[in-house]
């Protein structure tokens, strides 16, 4: 049966961030929903310093256009996603009411605004739905007032939507039944990130020329924030441990681990070690295409899904990651579609770098087969349908 109107679902959402966008352009054209983003911060948009990559940056990607949105002034003494009161909007539960949605999709719920919303939601029964991707992976087993507390938030929501295994095992650990439980898998824009494009593949000979490295050599790439969480200091020292005339490790990227990593490269003999600033998200297809293997090596539980081994493998190229970074469950199986080594284990990471590169020599065409088939389930396709799952089961009369 066809719906007298679209289903109004209101999305929050702290900030624009290059990740989500396509994907709400992606809804506008291809579900049958009425959405408009409702953002309680401008940072992605208007030029701030990022504390962590210690420059100041907007995204150079169009994160605006195509979409219904709007931004709810942020009241707060000092904005940002890093603290409680960092997200403050009192005009956003005015700003519901004259929209009147059917149901409101959180993303997270670590801030005032956020509590807030939850209440306002209840009192009025508008249905909630949640977006988030933590994990339990690297981590110590949550205490009593812990668990207490999140089984009863996620009681707050007629509806979960989870990113992969881990994160489901996430939910289900805080008592989120599995009626309530929907597969939206974490995506990237492939548009962006395909590899057939010529732009993006005269980008990465631009930069093999820039770097002075010949076309048949081979790149260990680690692109992202330069954190001791993120452990770009244990891949230079797995690297160092067994360097190869035949390859070179690039670091793209800031961060407090840079000086560091520079004057340690520095010291080193017969091993090639190149560096490059951060690259804005439009520049960073060509510089995956640069690399034959992507690493992420990062610990604990900070990495909670790693969207940049999306993007590695929407271009073709495998990856070695933690068994601690929230994707590897769902996208890197080792020895099939990429290499997985134990988080903190620095020998293990040694070999398993080994391992990778061996592997590429003789089956490079292969790896990069399984690679693909394994990205093609993690689309905005797949992403929408489980949204629409999610939504169907808080209103299913309102969606064909």
């Not at 590899?195 to 993006?200: E, F, K, L, Q, V």
């Not at 490059?276 to 990062?298: E, I, K, T, W």
Request: charged share 20%.
């Amino acid at each position: 049966m066809t719906p007298s109107r679209q289903f109004r679902l209101a999305v929050m959402l702290s900030h624009p961030t290059q990740y989500y966008s396509p994907w709400f352009r992606w809804l506008r054209t291809h579900a049958p929903l009425e959405c408009r983003v409702f953002y309680l911060w401008d940072f992605g948009v208007t030029k701030r310093r990022d504390p962590e990559f210690g420059v100041s940056l907007a995204w150079d990607v169009d994160l605006l256009s195509g979409y219904e949105s709007e931004f709810v002034p942020n009241r707060a003494a000092r904005p940002g996603t890093d603290r409680f009161w960092g997200l403050r909007n009192p005009a956003f539960p005015g700003r519901l009411a004259a929209w009147r949605p059917d149901a409101v999709l959180m993303f997270g719920y670590r801030y005032a605004t956020h509590l807030r919303t939850i209440a306002w939601c209840r009192r009025r029964r508008v249905p909630l739905v949640f977006r988030g991707d933590s994990h339990l992976l690297g981590q110590p087993p949550p205490g009593l007032a812990k668990r207490l507390l999140l089984r009863l938030l996620y009681r707050q929501f007629a509806a979960v939507t989870y990113v992969g295994a881990a994160n489901r095992a996430y939910f289900e650990a805080f008592g989120v039944p599995s009626g309530r439980l929907h597969f939206a898998p974490h995506a990237v824009d492939h548009g962006l990130f395909d590899p057939t494009r010529a732009d993006h593949q005269e980008a990465a000979r631009r930069l093999r020329t820039h770097l002075g490295l010949a076309a048949d050599r081979r790149v260990v790439l680690f692109a992202g924030k330069l954190l001791p969480r993120k452990q770009p200091r244990a891949l230079l020292e797995a690297f160092l441990a067994a360097p190869r005339p035949d390859t070179t490790l690039v670091f793209v990227g800031d961060g407090e681990e840079k000086p560091g990593l520079e004057s340690r490269a520095a010291q080193a003999r017969g091993a090639d070690v190149r560096f490059l600033p951060f690259a804005n998200q439009s520049a960073m297809p060509g510089h995956y295409l640069l690399a034959d293997l992507f690493v992420l090596p990062s610990v604990g539980g900070s990495e909670t899904w790693g969207l940049a081994v999306n993007e590695a493998m929407h271009l073709g190229v495998p990856c070695l990651v933690s068994d601690v970074v929230g994707c590897q469950r769902d996208l890197v199986t080792d020895g099939e579609t990429g290499w997985v080594f134990r988080a903190g284990d620095q020998g293990h990471l040694a070999q398993k770098l080994a391992t990778a590169l061996e592997a590429l020599a003789p089956d490079a065409a292969g790896i990069k087969g399984r690679v693909a088939r394994r990205i093609a389930g993690y689309t905005y396709v797949q992403a929408t349908d489980g949204l629409l799952h999610a939504v169907a089961g808080v209103r299913p009369s309102t969606l064909p």
